[in-house]
């Protein structure tokens, strides 16, 4: 049987560890908001983005590399999101393994698959799997700014345009709600346009442009581009801090428990210890009376 | 009714309100913006963007970067990649921006696409000193 010293001291421990995976939790929720918050302020700036797109492909008949889907896919780059820190439940092995999964999956149609990592995580995981990716983007640390997504369109979009890779894809947890995260694939490059999106609007015809359309809409494609990196980053921020909430909460009452049953434990020992101690000295007592 | 939309990837700064006049820094030079002018969209360059607000005598500023203008006889939307008021200017922040921008500028040798950056962090510290100047 453990004894009594044994037991207290795994039940303080366990109190601790419970203190530190609370306060963990409460800070993820505070994180949580923030990234939601930065998810809705995006919203109105991406509709009308995207409105405007597709409104003037669709009344101008302009094209443009960046929209035009390529008949055979040949190479494509997977930009894999991940976070910098753990502790967050099955958010970063969820994307790893949807990763793995892919190029296992793809690796004979396809001509090359390089992959660039955002988030230390997933680097460090394929940096031992000696899979080199072009490039790893981390210390995500501080919030997600759109700088810096704009920093990492920008390398995406050079690549696409000197014709190294016919497709840019993205995976990344999307964020349904606090407790539950879904993996996504995305296709960034080529842009799918929804002509249907145009239906509605007052779009005037003879809309006077400066300067030309297809210039105009090479610069919107760019910074919808943009956007829709910042969009992934900002929703795998918030993923992952509603995973780490999630894992702490479990962790939590995980520690709780624990802790009742070392009390039950603890107690019964000591009901015990004096049991005997009793039933010893009233068995002395006979003893000297007989 | 004419009214104003500003919109950047971080917030939503200007809704719904109603002006009497913008002036945007467009593509081809700066632009003023009455009600009723016929349907335009124009790309923004980095600049200051004013506007009076209907039945207010003072005239809002702003530090705008890159962006598009759409432009319609009843509303204007601006969409814009960076966004800054004069309160939220710290100008010796902006000098220190201006100065590294332009040492850059001189000292190193750049790739277009550091180029194009640089003369851009440039052009938006010069902005926000004019802004918090005037």
Known sequence: M???????IRIDSTKNTQQITKAMKLVSAAKLRKAQHNITNMRPYAVTLKGVIANIAATQKVTHPLMTKKENVKSVLLVVLTSDRGLCGGFNSSIIKFAEKYYADHKAGLEKIDFIFVGKRGSDYFARKNVKGLESIT???KDISYDLAHGVAEKLINRFMDGS???????????KSAISQKVVCETLLPVEIEKSSFEGTNFSPDMIFDPAPEVIIEDLLKKNFNLQVYRAMSESVASEHGARMTAMENASNNARDMINKLTLTYNKARQEKITTELTEIVSGAESLKG | MFKLNVLTPERKAVFDQEITKVTVPAHSGEMTILPGHSPLITTLGTGILKYKIKGQEKTYKAVISWGYCEVSPETVNV???FMQTPEEVVEETAKNHLQNAEKKLITEVLNDADYVATMNEADKARAAINLVKH
């Not at chain 1, 016919?166 to 964020?175: A, Q, S, T």
Request: charged fraction near 40%; avoid cysteine; charge should be negative.
């Open chain 2, 79 to 81: 969409l814009a990649e």
């Open chain 1, 2 to 8: 453990a004894n009594l010293k044994e037991i207290r």
């Open chain 1, 165 to 175: 890779y016919d497709e840019i894809r993205l995976v990344y947890n999307e964020f």
């Open chain 1, 139 to 141: 210390k995500l640390d």
